[in-house]
């Protein structure tokens, strides 16, 4: 019996293996189709050579304003920034363009926008608006997304930029690369921005308001920010016309950094999209590269970017911003805790705060509140 069953096995094991084979052979008579892979002619160099006659030959076919239009910046600027780059861009921007266009303000410049503020503003010593802007980073490394999220703002790793912006969009500060899970108050301990005014190496701001001399300039800033005599905040339910005007006006004045962070991201798109780089330098250069190509355009385009020009002669009305006298002398200690704390000072913000609420009231000419 067993083996009649397995001879029976073996007869329909065969009779499959025969049948799979003659299955095979006839597909293999059938021709198949062969699908090449469709190339399109593409003509690289006839693109190359309509590109340079369109833009950038001695007679281009489109204007000055289509090209800034397409490239987000004049044609100079543009041929300056690509001959002066040789190597990788990223490195090389940094490299070749940050010291004169990621520097802190000289007392020149510092008069500018003490004159520049006070005038758009009505702000006598106002320096410009600090924010800290977060960039997501899709990347990030596993083993440190704890330390790169924040659960208040986003639920993905983040790097956070601290930013000083003035009224023509430009950026003075740039403090990048701190973890997402910091806030403004964390990143603002570890910043360097007060670096000089506690050794008394940046330039000197004096400047007077409601009939007070003041010797430090100051910046616009939210809630978060403490209250030392550096930073100008906004009032929470103001009370009476002079305090609600001066609400309005600093949170109007206010919008300076929000749109400088929504200009940069427009023009460079890499920054508005998470980034996709794993190394942290690299998200730090391209963020600095895009900081310095955004600031080269904004001195190029100069005051016509802004519906406001500097006035003839000299004005103290807004500030003075002189050099320093003793510039490169080494400081005590105790010289330098002592600056520290003037800075911190929470009774020079709120005299200072008020003392602005009435100068701010004043030069609107509002009259009796």
């Known amino acids: 019996m067993d083996d009649l069953w397995n001879e029976a096995w073996d007869s329909l094991i065969q009779e499959v293996q025969r049948e799979a084979d003659e299955e095979d052979e006839a597909a293999a008579a059938i021709p198949r189709e062969i699908r090449h892979l469709r190339t399109l002619p593409r003509d690289h160099v006839g693109a190359a050579e309509r590109l340079m006659a369109d833009y950038f030959s001695a007679n281009p076919r489109y204007p000055a304003e289509?090209?800034?239009r397409r490239f987000r910046m004049s044609r100079?600027?543009?041929?300056?920034?690509?001959?002066?780059?040789?190597?990788?861009f990223v490195r090389a921007c940094g490299k070749s363009f940050s010291p004169e266009f990621l520097r802190k303000p000289t007392s020149d410049k510092c008069q500018?926008?003490?004159?520049?503020?006070?005038?758009?503003?009505?702000?006598?010593?106002?320096m410009g608006n600090i924010e800290c802007m977060h960039w997501e980073w899709k990347n990030c490394p596993v083993a440190w997304k704890g330390q790169f999220t924040t659960g208040f703002k986003s639920k993905h790793p983040s790097m956070i930029l601290e930013a000083v912006a003035d009224?023509?969009?430009?950026?003075w500060h740039a403090y990048f690369?701190?973890?997402?899970?910091?806030?403004?108050?964390?990143?603002?301990?570890?910043?360097p921005l007060f670096n000089d005014k506690c050794r008394r190496e940046g330039p000197e701001?004096?400047?007077?308001?409601?009939?007070?001399?003041?010797?430090?300039?100051?910046?616009?800033?939210?809630?978060?920010?403490?209250?030392w005599s550096v930073f100008v905040k906004t009032l929470r339910q103001p009370a009476g016309a002079r305090r609600q005007?001066?609400?309005?006006?600093?949170?109007?004045?206010?919008?300076?950094?929000?749109?400088?962070?929504?200009?940069?991201?427009?023009?460079?798109?890499?920054?508005?999209?998470?980034?996709?780089v794993w190394h942290e330098d690299d998200v730090a250069n391209i963020m600095l590269a895009c900081i310095i190509l955004h600031n080269m355009i904004i001195e190029d385009e100069g005051f016509a970017a802004e519906r406001w020009a500097p006035e003839d002669g000299a004005s103290t009305s807004h500030g003075v911003a002189t050099a320093p006298i003793q510039m490169g002398v080494p400081h005590s200690n105790e010289?330098?805790?002592?600056?520290?704390?003037?800075?911190?000072?929470s009774t020079s913000h709120d005299q200072l705060q008020v003392d602005l609420i009435e100068e701010v009231w004043a030069r609107r000419g509002g009259g009796v509140a």
């Not at 100079?76 to 990788?88: E, K, M, Q, V, Y």
């Not at 690369?177 to 910043?191: E, F, K, M, R, T």
């Not at 701001?205 to 403490?226: E, K, W």
């Not at 940069?264 to 996709?276: G, V």
């Open 112 to 126: 500018r926008l003490l004159d520049m503020h006070g005038a758009v503003h009505s702000f006598p010593g106002m």
């Open 177 to 191: 690369g701190v973890a997402g899970s910091n806030n403004d108050i964390n990143i603002l301990q570890s910043s």
């Open 245 to 276: 005007y001066f609400a309005r006006k600093q949170e109007a004045a206010r919008k300076d950094v929000e749109r400088a962070f929504g200009v940069l991201q427009s023009r460079w798109a890499i920054i508005r999209c998470p980034a996709r």
């Open 205 to 227: 701001i004096s400047f007077v308001t409601n009939g007070t001399q003041y010797r430090m300039g100051y910046y616009l800033a939210d809630g978060i920010y403490p209250r």
């Open 335 to 345: 010289y330098l805790i002592q600056r520290l704390a003037d800075i911190r000072m």
């Open 66 to 68: 289509i090209f800034r």
């Open 167 to 171: 009224y023509c969009l430009r950026i």
């Open 76 to 88: 100079p600027l543009f041929t300056h920034i690509a001959t002066t780059l040789a190597d990788r």
